[in-house]
């Protein structure tokens, strides 16, 4: 999440977590009510759901440790972050200061079940200098790879603000 989170309505799931079976608008997947979700999109969602609770509870520290010794981070109008050093090096938010969320549309596992990625929404919360609330909304992907460890990793994660109003990205043209 380049500079991840979630923008949704009160019907979506808390920051970071999954919906609850039947709790969310017909227009959004619930990946825990369908029967038929692979366990590897199952894994990508668990692992974006602890994710955001870490970052969430710990801030830019949390962000920089899911990261892989290889990981990249794309944030928008930023300079690329290439290795979990400088993932770590700029990402020194602290959670009363800033406070990212995130949600997952979906997520994909590569055949061979050591690669995947997750797509969402994310906001980010602060305060400008004079106190006034800064909200940031935008979309994200983020490449998970299973590690030699077992661990899975973020190897790319990156993201795009978008306007608060600017709805659905999936809805299908009308073709007026």
């Given at each position: 999440?380049?500079?991840?989170?979630?923008?949704?309505?009160?019907?979506?799931?808390?920051?970071?977590?999954?919906?609850?079976?039947?709790?969310?608008?017909?227009?959004?997947?619930?990946?825990?009510?369908?029967t038929?979700?692979?366990?590897?999109?199952m894994?990508?969602?668990?692992?974006?759901?602890r994710?955001?609770?870490?970052?969430?509870?710990?801030?830019?520290?949390?962000?920089?440790?899911?990261?892989?010794?290889?990981?990249?981070?794309?944030?928008?109008?930023?300079?690329?972050?290439?290795?979990?050093?400088?993932?770590?090096?700029?990402?020194?938010?602290?959670?009363?200061d800033?406070?990212l969320?995130?949600?997952?549309?979906?997520?994909?596992?590569?055949p061979?079940?050591?690669?995947?990625?997750?797509?969402?929404?994310?906001?980010?919360?602060?305060?400008?200098?004079?106190?006034?609330?800064?909200?940031?909304?935008g979309?994200?992907?983020?490449?998970?790879?299973?590690q030699?460890?077992?661990?899975?990793?973020?190897?790319?994660?990156?993201?795009?603000?978008?306007?608060?109003?600017?709805?659905?990205?999936?809805?299908?043209p009308?073709?007026?």
């Amino acid at each position: 999440m380049g500079f991840l989170a979630a923008g949704l309505a009160a019907a979506m799931p808390a920051q970071g977590q999954l919906p609850e079976p039947g709790s969310t608008p017909s227009s959004v997947p619930n990946p825990l009510s369908d029967t038929t979700v692979k366990p590897g999109k199952m894994l990508l969602f668990d692992l974006e759901a602890r994710f955001a609770k870490d970052v969430l509870e710990h801030g830019g520290a949390a962000f920089a440790d899911w990261f892989a010794e290889d990981g990249v981070s794309l944030g928008n109008g930023q300079a690329p972050k290439l290795g979990k050093v400088a993932v770590v090096k700029s990402a020194i938010w602290s959670p009363k200061d800033y406070q990212l969320t995130w949600t997952p549309t979906d997520a994909a596992m590569g055949p061979s079940g050591d690669i995947g990625y997750t797509w969402g929404h994310f906001e980010g919360h602060s305060k400008d200098a004079n106190g006034n609330p800064v909200t940031t909304t935008g979309r994200y992907i983020t490449i998970w790879r299973k590690q030699p460890d077992g661990n899975w990793k973020v190897v790319l994660d990156a993201g795009a603000n978008e306007p608060a109003a600017a709805g659905d990205c999936c809805k299908v043209p009308t073709g007026n």
